[in-house]
């Protein structure tokens, strides 16, 4: 495919911070795609850069860009990367390639008359059958989150098979959980992705509350601790009451015979990869153990946690690697492992719906897109909707 025009502007994502949208035409097509922005980050994700510098780095490439042919997305993809030159993207900066990557994914489906979604199990040669598990980050903490709880995120699950039915569940569950809070807690304020917060320093008192609002077989609770967060000279401070990693694992123990945990995310940081290990011996069997920090999208971290035992899944963010095709190496090789997959926005979210084509297309088991309470969230929910209503 040929690129006729590309424009890339800079737009304001969730919290209201500089990021980038970028609009490719190819004859009569046209695609769209935006970029979002982590707070509580992995070391080792791709570099972001300044969007304004982008700006100025993408005049270089934008003529070498328009007079090439791309047949495929690994094409358009290796151009960029080549160019970049870089192992972590810093010269043309992660961010700009992958703006450029999802919009051409999507500039390319339009022009092969498929949905986003069926390029991209066409790719991985699959026949999407399931929708993904939904993860509803209800109850925030963390980074995400002033004056509220120490873990980062209290997640409902919606397991049924129509994503509609979960996002009402959720909607409904929101509610009750706002009452709750109110009547229990006082003040309810909303966290970066926009879930409720509670004023407490006890890491439980999240997952009592969402749990006396969540029941039924159809939903779970899940955990993302992002323990990086907390994690200070090797030792664990959880608001002055300091444990060691293996307290922390005693204390994950604990949670997990006390309520129904589907998975717990970055239990532990990721510069405590013993943690992980323990934890995947002790409770791999019967929670998912899905890496974040420790992983980044990235193929060698994800093959290297997997020969240490350190995870049964993995938190997959595009932004975290910098392109679609590394993304979907990366789903690939952990599937390859029977690992879980859970796809997930970022808490700086913009109104792109790609990834919510992703889950689908490559048959995650989740999809992480914070809470049903802001545009940007909803976007990613709404748009699993639409594919079920339509395809
Ligand atoms: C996470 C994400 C998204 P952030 O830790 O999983 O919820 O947070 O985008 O701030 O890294
Ligand atoms: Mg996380």
């Given at each position: 495919?040929k690129?006729?025009?590309?424009n890339?502007?800079?737009?304001?994502?969730?919290?209201?911070k500089?990021?980038?949208?970028?609009?490719?035409?190819?004859?009569?097509?046209?695609?769209?795609?935006?970029?979002?922005?982590?707070?509580?980050?992995?070391?080792?994700?791709?570099?972001t850069?300044?969007p304004?510098l982008?700006?100025?780095?993408?005049?270089?490439?934008?003529?070498?860009i328009?007079?090439?042919?791309?047949?495929t997305?690994w094409e358009?993809?290796g151009?960029?990367i080549?160019?970049?030159?870089?192992k972590e993207?810093?010269?043309?900066?992660?961010n700009?390639?992958?703006?450029?990557?999802?919009?051409f994914?999507?500039?390319?489906a339009?022009?092969e008359n498929?949905?986003?979604?069926?390029?991209?199990?066409k790719?991985l040669?699959?026949?999407?059958?399931?929708?993904?598990?939904?993860?509803?980050?209800?109850?925030?903490?963390g980074l995400?989150?002033?004056?509220?709880?120490p873990?980062?995120e209290?997640?409902?699950?919606?397991?049924?098979?129509s994503?509609?039915?979960?996002?009402e569940?959720?909607?409904?569950?929101f509610?009750?959980?706002?009452?709750?809070?109110?009547?229990?807690?006082?003040?309810v304020r909303?966290?970066?992705?926009?879930?409720?917060?509670?004023k407490?320093d006890d890491?439980?008192?999240?997952?009592?509350?969402?749990?006396?609002?969540?029941?039924?077989?159809e939903?779970?609770?899940?955990?993302?601790?992002?323990?990086s967060?907390f994690?200070?000279?090797?030792?664990?401070?959880?608001?002055?009451?300091?444990?060691?990693?293996?307290?922390?694992?005693?204390?994950?123990?604990?949670?997990?015979?006390s309520?129904?945990?589907?998975s717990?995310?970055?239990?532990?940081?990721?510069?405590d990869?013993?943690?992980?290990?323990?934890?995947?011996?002790?409770?791999?069997?019967k929670?998912?153990?899905?890496?974040?920090?420790?992983?980044?999208?990235?193929?060698?971290?994800?093959?290297?946690?997997?020969?240490?035992?350190?995870a049964?899944?993995?938190?997959?963010?595009?932004?975290?690697?910098?392109s679609?095709?590394?993304?979907?190496?990366?789903?690939k090789?952990?599937?390859?492992?029977n690992?879980?997959?859970?796809?997930s926005?970022?808490?700086?979210?913009?109104?792109?719906?790609?990834?919510?084509?992703?889950?689908?297309?490559?048959?995650?088991?989740?999809?992480?897109?914070?809470?049903?309470?802001?545009?940007?969230?909803?976007?990613?929910?709404?748009?699993?909707?639409?594919i079920?209503?339509?395809?």
């Amino acid at each position: 495919m040929k690129i006729s025009d590309i424009n890339i502007r800079i737009v304001k994502d969730s919290r209201n911070k500089d990021t980038l949208e970028a609009v490719l035409r190819s004859g009569d097509f046209e695609a769209s795609a935006s970029v979002p922005a982590g707070k509580s980050k992995g070391k080792f994700e791709t570099t972001t850069l300044e969007p304004s510098l982008v700006l100025s780095k993408f005049e270089t490439i934008k003529n070498q860009i328009l007079n090439k042919d791309f047949p495929t997305v690994w094409e358009f993809d290796g151009f960029l990367i080549s160019t970049d030159g870089t192992k972590e993207k810093s010269n043309l900066g992660g961010n700009l390639i992958l703006v450029l990557s999802i919009a051409f994914t999507k500039l390319l489906a339009k022009s092969e008359n498929l949905q986003c979604f069926q390029l991209i199990s066409k790719i991985l040669g699959k026949t999407p059958r399931k929708f993904p598990y939904l993860y509803f980050n209800l109850i925030g903490g963390g980074l995400h989150a002033k004056d509220s709880l120490p873990f980062q995120e209290y997640i409902l699950v919606t397991k049924f098979p129509s994503p509609a039915k979960g996002l009402e569940y959720a909607k409904n569950c929101f509610e009750k959980l706002q009452e709750d809070i109110e009547k229990n807690f006082g003040e309810v304020r909303l966290g970066d992705e926009g879930a409720l917060t509670i004023k407490s320093d006890d890491p439980r008192v999240g997952l009592q509350v969402l749990n006396r609002n969540a029941t039924g077989p159809e939903v779970s609770l899940a955990l993302d601790v992002a323990a990086s967060t907390f994690f200070e000279n090797r030792i664990y401070n959880l608001r002055g009451k300091i444990k060691s990693s293996d307290d922390l694992l005693s204390y994950y123990n604990l949670l997990a015979t006390s309520y129904p945990l589907l998975s717990i995310e970055d239990p532990f940081s990721e510069d405590d990869k013993d943690g992980f290990i323990k934890i995947v011996a002790n409770l791999g069997e019967k929670i998912w153990i899905i890496a974040d920090d420790l992983t980044v999208t990235n193929p060698d971290l994800i093959n290297k946690a997997q020969k240490e035992k350190a995870a049964t899944g993995v938190i997959i963010k595009p932004n975290q690697i910098g392109s679609v095709t590394e993304t979907l190496e990366a789903i690939k090789l952990a599937q390859s492992y029977n690992w879980k997959v859970i796809i997930s926005h970022r808490s700086g979210e913009t109104m792109d719906s790609f990834i919510a084509d992703l889950a689908y297309g490559v048959e995650a088991d989740g999809l992480k897109s914070g809470a049903p309470t802001q545009e940007v969230r909803l976007a990613k929910y709404n748009r699993l909707i639409e594919i079920e209503r339509n395809f």
